[in-house]
């Protein structure tokens, strides 16, 4: 305890000198203060899990109280918002998908934070592939088949996502390029109501992320066609990828990682970072988010940069060839 103590004294020192530095006034590190991991959407997603096991973690490692902030509306945004608006001091997380900071600023003609000024990055936590699905009833059942029923059937040609200008709408429009079929975008509120349609057959079939799909999958509700890895998912050993059935240029993940805000001292950003990281390697939080759908991963600010970087290549050309704009 006497060590924590000391350890924890040269880091606030280390910090206050830095703040110096540069003219900027700091509190003291966060392992002395709550930390709060934002979370754009409700308790009891994907996102909401995230944080919560990474909390449960933190408050240890951090020896600090560390608290999840569900604020959920507008696909996430609002969280960034409350992101930008808070003081760098190192007490706030943001824990978000990349649809939040790497869709949003490419589809949104204006938004109130920007990313690459407000923003540093801290760690990535974790991926889920997509996928593309049908109702088990359909007439179809491998991508092969689906292709070639969209090519006879150009009029019904259609896919739904839960949400116009995610990564599931532009990975459908990916799709049509690919397969040289005009594919009609449909837009749900929710992936809830989307798995209604699709089980019942009003629509041809549906983008989703894995983990939100594989459990009927397995329930035989629905039939997953393909995933967009490059490898097939470890939670979904069973489903193909586009690549491996021939479509190699269909390929893009969901992931999820951790911001703060961008003039948040160099070391207490590390600080954080590494605390993530830890957490994410534990056996017991690696398992319960691997049972969930998702591939942990568990990469530091650099390497997270680089993803986002990459991600945004990607998207980008696809994006603007859409002509999508959000309101």
Not at 18 to 46: D, F, K, M, N, W
Not at 75 to 92: C, F, Q, V
Not at 240 to 256: D, K, L, N, V
């Amino acid at each position: 305890m006497r060590c924590k103590a000391v350890l924890q004294m040269l880091l606030a020192a280390t910090l206050a000198a830095a703040a110096i530095g540069s003219g900027t006034a700091l509190a003291q590190e966060p392992a002395s203060g709550t930390v709060r991991l934002l979370v754009g959407y409700p308790p009891g997603g994907t996102v909401d899990l995230i944080a919560r096991g990474l909390a449960d973690k933190l408050k240890v490692s951090l020896g600090t109280t560390v608290i999840v902030d569900n604020r959920p509306g507008a696909g996430g945004r609002i969280a960034a918002e409350i992101l930008r608006n808070s003081p760098p001091d190192g007490r706030t997380v943001l824990v978000t998908p990349g649809t939040v900071t790497v869709i949003a600023p490419l589809t949104f003609r204006k938004l109130r934070y920007d990313p690459a000024v407000d923003f540093t990055p801290v760690a990535h936590i974790a991926n889920a592939q997509l996928a593309l699905s049908t109702g088990a009833s359909s007439p179809y059942k491998t991508l092969p088949e689906f292709v070639g029923w969209m090519r006879q059937n150009p009029a019904k040609a259609s896919f739904g996502t839960s949400a116009a200008g995610s990564q599931l709408h532009f990975l459908g429009l990916m799709l049509a390029k690919a397969i040289q079929v005009d594919m009609t975008h449909i837009p749900y509120k929710g992936g809830a109501a989307l798995m209604s349609d699709e089980i019942g057959g009003q629509v041809p079939a549906g983008i989703d992320a894995l983990p939100d799909t594989y459990e009927f999958h397995k329930a035989g509700k629905i039939r997953i066609l393909a995933t967009s890895g490059a490898e097939r998912a470890p939670y979904a050993p069973d489903v193909p990828t586009f690549r491996e059935q021939g479509y190699p240029g269909i390929e893009g993940m969901a992931w999820f990682g951790a911001y703060m805000h961008a003039k948040t001292p160099k070391p207490v950003v590390e600080q954080i970072g590494r605390a993530m990281i830890e957490a994410v390697r534990q056996p017991d939080l690696r398992d319960k988010l691997t049972k969930t759908g998702l591939e942990p991963t568990g990469l530091d600010a650099a390497a997270f940069a680089a993803v986002i970087a990459a991600d945004r290549a990607r998207w980008k050309p696809i994006v603007e060839a859409s002509g999508f704009v959000a309101d």
